[in-house]
């Protein structure tokens, strides 16, 4: 899925600074994430009910767009942040002279529509505590990331946009293994075990006419089980699923390549271009021409 949204990261920068303070932030028009280096911090986000205590190694996901506050503490008065930020160009902005708190912070954007997909099954907050599995890694991650803006190395932006798009799929695993309670789609599958089999055979394969049995089998289920514990997980039937993956790919495809129509519905698993296209306008509401034909009329 992250590669059918094109996600790609890119490590903004972060600051250092201490004494009473309070930053007032505007609402991300992408993906946003923080992770606390050193100290501990606050954070209140428009619209939610109570404010976070952040600390060092906690990593923060926002992917609504809402305003939101980091703070030393939730009683002083916040001024915004981007005026303090505007022209400057140190990779960690030191904002006063104490250095109780570093946090370092980057977004995640898509090169695709299809990164609506995710948007879609993504919490508005997520944080993801110290005390999580993913902790070693996360601290790992934070850690380069300051060295890379910090010492300035070769190659520091494409190194950092690496470590930022892994922060972000740590910041995923972390959710999908948390008890927080997730709404049935494909996110929630796939961060299912006993479904793992039936979708990376699915996706692996999207050409191949999956019977229901055989997923089942891969799963350890009988076809009935299989059938009703997969819907209530993802929200749709299993093949419901894979012809909704399948139009996915194809999309992507229309977008980015210039295939013939009947061999990219060969390659998906379709008989006839005719069959590809009836299947893709009941899913899409737009023929698969015409689909292709914007896709690229709004790319130039």
Same mark, same amino acid.
């Given at each position: 899925?992250l590669?059918?949204?094109?996600?790609?990261?890119?490590?903004?920068?972060?600051?250092?600074?201490?004494?009473?303070?309070?930053?007032?932030?505007? $609402?991300?028009?992408?993906?946003?994430?923080?992770?606390?280096?050193?100290?501990?911090?606050?954070?209140?986000?428009?619209?939610?009910?109570?404010?976070?205590?952040?600390?060092?190694?906690?990593v923060?996901l926002?992917?609504a767009?809402? *305003?939101?506050?980091?703070?030393?503490?939730?009683?002083?008065?916040?001024?915004?942040?981007?005026?303090?930020?505007?022209?400057?160009?140190?990779?960690?902005?030191?904002?006063?002279?104490?250095?109780?708190?570093?946090?370092?912070?980057?977004?995640?954007?898509?090169?695709?529509?299809?990164?609506?997909?995710?948007?879609?099954?993504?919490?508005?907050?997520?944080?993801?505590?110290d005390?999580?599995?993913?902790?070693?890694?996360?601290?790992?991650?934070?850690?380069?990331?300051? %060295?890379?803006?910090?010492?300035?190395?070769?190659?520091?932006?494409?190194?950092? *946009?690496?470590?930022?798009?892994l922060?972000?799929?740590?910041?995923?695993?972390?959710?999908?293994?948390?008890?927080?309670?997730i709404?049935?789609?494909?996110?929630?599958?796939?961060?299912?075990?006993?479904?793992?089999?039936?979708?990376?055979?699915?996706?692996?394969?999207?050409? %191949?006419?999956?019977?229901?049995?055989?997923?089942?089998?891969?799963?350890?289920?009988?076809?009935?089980?299989? $059938?009703?514990?997969?819907?209530?997980?993802?929200?749709?039937?299993?093949?419901?699923?894979?012809?909704?993956?399948?139009?996915?790919?194809?999309?992507?495809?229309?977008?980015?390549?210039?295939?013939?129509?009947?061999?990219?519905?060969?390659?998906?698993?379709?008989?006839?271009e005719? $069959?590809?296209?009836?299947?893709?306008?009941?899913?899409?509401?737009?023929?698969?021409?015409?689909?292709?034909d914007?896709?690229?009329?709004?790319?130039?």
């Open positions: 899925m590669k059918l949204t094109a996600a790609q990261s890119v490590a903004a920068g972060g600051f250092v600074i201490g004494g009473a303070w309070a930053l007032r932030f505007p $609402a991300p028009t992408k993906i946003k994430f923080f992770g606390v280096v050193k100290g501990q911090c606050w954070l209140r986000v428009a619209g939610e009910k109570s404010p976070v205590q952040l600390n060092a190694g906690d923060f926002l992917s767009r809402r *305003s939101f506050v980091l703070a030393s503490d939730l009683t002083t008065i916040p001024v915004d942040a981007l005026p303090l930020f505007e022209g400057r160009e140190e990779a960690m902005m030191k904002l006063a002279k104490r250095e109780d708190c570093v946090v370092i912070g980057g977004y995640v954007q898509f090169g695709s529509p299809s990164g609506q997909i995710l948007l879609d099954a993504l919490p508005s907050l997520i944080v993801v505590p005390s999580t599995s993913q902790a070693t890694i996360l601290h790992f991650i934070l850690e380069q990331l300051v %060295r890379e803006r910090v010492e300035d190395l070769p190659g520091a932006s494409v190194v950092s *946009s690496q470590f930022g798009l922060l972000f799929i740590q910041v995923l695993r972390a959710y999908l293994e948390s008890s927080s309670p709404s049935a789609g494909w996110l929630r599958a796939v961060g299912d075990k006993r479904l793992a089999p039936a979708l990376q055979r699915m996706h692996s394969d999207p050409a %191949r006419a999956w019977q229901l049995g055989e997923l089942a089998k891969a799963c350890g289920m009988s076809r009935t089980t299989f $059938a009703l514990y997969f819907k209530a997980v993802a929200g749709v039937a299993p093949i419901a699923y894979l012809t909704r993956w399948r139009m996915h790919l194809a999309e992507r495809a229309l977008r980015d390549d210039d295939t013939c129509l009947a061999e990219l519905a060969r390659s998906l698993g379709y008989g006839s005719s $069959a590809f296209s009836n299947a893709f306008k009941r899913m899409t509401g737009s023929a698969p021409t015409h689909f292709r914007t896709a690229r009329g709004k790319d130039e």
